[in-house]
């Protein structure tokens, strides 16, 4: 019996999200198998097949599997599960879309965003926004698994598998793709940044957002981040909102600028290494999961920061 | 127009409430804390409301699987505007592969041409049940939703995913799950209040549905994520740069 993780990758190359799922698969066992779908995808293939303690790479390349569509995915892991004691994949958009889907079909639980693995069985996922940790035992045959990226480490290259052909089923023909406007950024990806440089409502617009924040950020070499007040507000766009319902982010440095910390806010980035918080208003309850807080207006500080690294 | 929509709401710990693990460890507790909608269900009663409103929608209802308190969640969508309800009652704790197939027994008896849900309950934190709903009626899905217009049997929802967004159309019937940028839902007014008072609100028991609903995960405990705790207030920049490089070696 075998273990499968669902690659995400975008043809082309591996998300880091498949590599932090891999370690999480390799806590329950040995024979652990990544399946690659998508279309035209043999390099996301063969870079899924060096990865250390991938034991196989099954490819699906189709059509009907290019844009990564839920249902046609779905079908496709269905089709393949048996054999398998786990279905792992990464609690991104791309895998909370679509494994519920298989695990409905399957008929068992989906044991969603775990953040440690117990033993085979069991496994522990925050609930309540991060506020309880709870330890869950499942009974079913197989065991369908979203994975909270940032509490596993990301696989490292270093290994050999083959690689093997699957065929996909039918198109299911109800999905289509219209439009993608995907944000593109120099900056590293948001989940996978060791630096994170983030900013709330106090900002006050979206213009200054980009003056005071971005250059801190090029100096630090840092991903940016949002709350969702300023998501709302069109500050910026949707995908850089951190916390229980956008990203949830655990970089080495987590600065946190014009955020009072609401509680949603925390869920996203109190696993940081380090966090700082600027904010003016030395109640707001940031600064009590900040390491090093700094009282002070955002607009005379971060700058004064900026000139001094 | 004679679309009908469903939509599963859910009660759940108020968002503004911080909840504490039980000294047992069995659970949280939530004897007297503040139960809401959740979140993202107003939102998808609010979407469901303004559809109707345009004339795309001919009928919003909205159905909830729980406990006899959830009532008074339902007469809170009737408020916003929905127009009737239907309360699955069991007092089974409820997991959300059996919420979705309580929900394929309530879609079977109403034919909804829509389902709007949540994408995320706050309190479980699953982000399951509209996908399993959608797989176990063979219904394409639009999860994450931050646009939806309607038109030629078709849904063109736009979602957002962890690199923007994506737009995509699905055919009839369908399961949308909404996201926080979707809408602002509305505040019930008084009278709308009075007036849901008097909507339909019919009680099924689950039992009747003929499905399998046990649990088929067993929490085995329930703790505290570990403290954080406050550090240090830096008095200026330069100490704030001082502590980063030689203190916490982050830069
Ligand atoms: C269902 C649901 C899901 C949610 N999901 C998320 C989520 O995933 N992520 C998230 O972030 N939120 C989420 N929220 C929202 C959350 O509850 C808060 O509303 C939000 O985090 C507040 O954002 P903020 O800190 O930027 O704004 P505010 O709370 O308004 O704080 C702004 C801060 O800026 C400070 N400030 C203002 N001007 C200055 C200045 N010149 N210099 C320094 N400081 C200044 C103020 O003192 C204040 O502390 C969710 C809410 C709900 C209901
Ligand atoms: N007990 C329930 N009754 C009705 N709808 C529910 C219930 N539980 C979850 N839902 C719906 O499914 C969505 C996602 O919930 P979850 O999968 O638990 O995160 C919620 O936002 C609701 O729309």
Redesign the interface.
Known sequence: MSILVIAEHDNATLKASTRNTLTAALKLGSTVEVLVAGHNCQAAAQAAAVLAGVAKVKVADAASLAEG???NL?ALVVSMAAGYTHILAPA???G??????????L???????ISAVVDAN?FIR???????????????GVKVITVRTTAFDAATDGGSAGIESVGAPAD?G??????????VSERPEL?AAK?IVSGGRGLGNGDNYQQVLAPLADK?GAALGAS?AA??AGFV???YQVG??G?VVAP??YIAIGISGA??HLAGM?DS????AINKDADAPI?????????GDLFE?VP??TA?? | MSLKILVPIKRVVDYNVKVRVKADNSGVDLANVKMSMNPFDEIAVEEAVRLKEAGVAAEVVAVTCGVTACQETLRAAMAMGADRAILVETDVELQPLAVAKLLKAVCEKEQPGLVVCGKQAIDDDANQTGQMLAALQGWPQATFASKVVIADSKATVTREVDGGLETIAVTLPAVISTDLRLNEPRYATLPNIMKAKKKPLDVLAAASLGVDIAPRLATRSVNEPPKRSAGIRVGDVAQLVDKLKNEAKVI
């Open positions: 569509f839920a249902e779905a991104t958009t791309y909370k879309n679509f494994l519920p889907r298989v695990a409905a079909l008929d068992v639980a989906q044991i969603s965003e069991t925050p609930i309540y926004a991060g506020n309880a940790l709870a330890t869950v035992e499942s009974s079913d299911l109800c999905t289509s793709l219209v439009g993608r406007e995907l944000s989940g630096v630090l969702r998501v709302d766009p949707n995908d229980q319902t990203k080495q440095l509680i949603q109190k290494k380090v966090i700082v600064f009590q999961v900040a390491d090093y807080g700094l009282v500080v004064q920061l001094a690294l």
